[in-house]
């Protein structure tokens, strides 16, 4: 495709830049106002303890809803949640064509198939290192390593040059899964001339390599068979690398393996289908695992991260139907930690510790979990091969893409962008430069519902949950005059033996009762204005209490 004075090459995050996961990433080309895009991965993080009640947050597509009809493709680099777990989510919004490799086709295809969307989208499997192409993009997959089955960097070539979108990898020259990286192709990148990298910065901050994944099995199958009991590994599901590595590592100390969480069994499944894990002894189900031997047994489980419903969590509580650990059993936690999670994950463990359970942790063990993404020699390494004239950070938060921007100076790359969410970039022509903001903001999965980032229900319960809520009822009759009440109830505000909770309340009801007594008769008619001040009251009298200003619910019922 000829190129015309008028176009430009932009790149745009709208997600990913600023946080580590949720990445969305569009490259546009063509003029401003007839722009064709792709979306490169379309991915989702997780809620913590400032989201209560919410397990899954999204990026928010509002901006390129509006070119919905520019969009030509979807290109998805792999098959982690961060990188495609918001497809079934946004895909709506956007009906593009979809463009994977044939693991990250199944997994997905099970993810639209739970969201009924199976038959509407349109999913071209491409072969590892194929090629597609979208109007002015070409798009070559250059295949990486990483933890999980078939990561592909994107060689994204149009008129104006050429980015290379790496994705999540790391250098591992032995992997156990698929091949290792392919630096050829990388070089001959170079050789071509790459105008930007937009690179994982996962790891800048850490100074080495990440480590390969045969080191790890080197240093878990001893281990595990040093264990007399029953053996628990937990990891992440997607890391099928490290389900291999657990799975060999059981077989080598005489133990059969048993998957206990639903994602295990998928990563398996979507394995086997793209012809990993043939060799491997069928799997005992965690009912029949019961039935053997105590050390004939290993449980690969999901919940390294102390979700709550997750596997590991319900054996830790005692409450999963077929699993137990007790006294002379171990768990190994086969994963890092991820910032945010330190909390539900020592609650977690020390649950197994209270059974008489043995822990082994990447702490203790350092050789029982690597990394799938690259440090600081490997991201050096990787700048040598592909010489780009542009280094654009992302996967990171803010610290994160500002040290990536410091560290590709120091390797003499020209020029060095850190944009955050919404920062459109314009590559070429001319300087790489930020030339427009765009809204880039974030959906919560609220009860199954899209919601948005500060929507007055997340507010309501964040304000609930720090402040306690006081309920307040009150009868009237025809003439306002109180038949009955005022009841008030509070939940999640504190008392003690010199102030009991029923006097409190009653102190509460006083206060509602003299607010309402204070209204004229007339206004003692409008709900709203009986509701109004028998809240602004029973707050105030909170705020003297406690010190805080629950949320105050007021019901006015009538004769």
């Known amino acids: 495709m000829a190129k015309s004075a008028a176009d430009e090459l932009v790149f745009l995050p709208l997600g990913g830049s600023n946080e580590i996961g949720m990445n969305f990433n569009l490259y546009g080309f063509g003029p401003p106002h007839d722009r064709k895009w792709v979306v490169v991965d379309l991915g989702v993080t997780f809620g913590d303890q400032s989201t209560p009640g919410v397990e899954v947050i999204l990026p928010d597509p509002a901006y390129i809803e509006d070119y919905a009809d520019r969009i030509l493709g979807i290109v998805l680099t792999h098959a982690h949640e ?3 777990g918001a497809v079934a989510w946004l895909w709506p919004r956007m009906k593009a064509p979809i463009y994977a490799t044939p693991f990250t086709a199944f997994i997905l295809r099970e993810k639209l198939r739970e969201a009924d969307l199976l038959e509407q989208v349109h999913i071209t499997e491409v072969p590892l290192g194929g090629v597609i192409e979208l109007g002015p993009f070409r798009m070559e997959l250059v295949t990486l390593t990483h933890s999980i089955p078939e990561p592909n960097g994107i060689a994204i070539k149009t008129p104006l040059g050429t980015i290379l979108h790496t994705g999540d990898w790391k250098i591992d020259p032995h992997p156990l899964l698929g091949a290792p990286t392919d630096e050829d192709a990388i070089r001959r990148l170079g050789d071509e001339g790459v105008l930007a990298m937009v690179c994982d910065s996962t ?4 100074d080495g390599v990440a480590g390969s994944e045969a080191e790890v099995r080197e240093a878990i199958t001893p281990l595990i068979g040093q264990m007399k009991g029953k053996v628990a590994v937990a990891c992440f599901a997607s890391n099928v690398a490290r389900m291999d590595t657990v799975i060999r590592a059981a077989e080598a ?13 998928r990563m398996a499944a979507a394995a086997k289908s793209v012809g990993l894990m043939q060799d491997v002894a069928d799997f005992v189900t965690d009912s029949e695992a019961g039935y053997f031997p105590a050390e004939k047994i290993l449980y690969l ?22 699993v137990n650990l007790g006294a002379g059993d171990a768990c190994i936690f086969s994963s890092r930690v991820i910032p945010g ?43 040598r091969w592909a010489r780009p004239q542009i280094a654009i950070p992302t ?44 809204p880039a903001g974030r959906l919560y999965v609220d009860a199954g519902v899209l ?14 949950a720090f402040n306690g809520v006081v309920s307040v009822a009150v009868v ?7 038949a009955s009440g005022p009841q008030v109830r509070a939940l999640g505000l504190p008392t003690d033996e010199d102030y009991p909770l029923d006097d409190v309340l009653d102190d509460l009801a006083d206060e509602a009762e003299s607010a309402l007594e204070r209204l004229s008769r007339e206004a003692r008619e409008q709900d709203e204005t009986v509701e109004t001040a028998m809240s602004r009251a029973v707050k105030k009298a909170s705020q003297r209490i406690w010190g805080r200003r629950p949320v105050v619910e007021t019901t006015v019922l009538r004769l």
Request: hydrophobic share 30%.
């Open 253 to 265: 100390n005489g133990r059969r393996v048993a998957l206990v969480g639903r994602s295990m069994h």
């Open 451 to 464: 919601t948005p980032e500060n929507g007055p229900s997340l507010r309501e319960r964040r304000h609930a």
């Open 341 to 383: 999670n330190e909390i539900p994950i020592r609650n977690l463990q020390n649950k197994l510790a209270d059974r008489g359970v043995r822990l082994y942790t990447e702490r203790d063990h350092p050789g029982i979990h690597v990394s799938g993404h690259p440090c600081r020699d490997e991201l050096a390494e990787m700048y």
């Open 203 to 206: 790891n800048v901050f850490v």
């Open 476 to 482: 009237l009759d025809r003439k306002g005059k109180i």
């Open 301 to 322: 489980c999901t919940g390294s991260q102390g979700e709550p419903r997750a596997a590991l969590s319900r054996i830790a509580d005692g409450s999963h139907p077929h």
């Open 395 to 438: 996967h990171g938060e803010r610290r994160h893409l500002l040290e990536h921007c410091a560290f590709a100076r120091d390797l003499q790359v020209p020029q060095q962008l850190a944009p955050r969410n919404g920062d459109m970039v314009r590559l070429a022509p001319g300087r790489a430069e930020i030339v427009d903001e765009v």
């Open 82 to 84: 961060d990188h495609i």
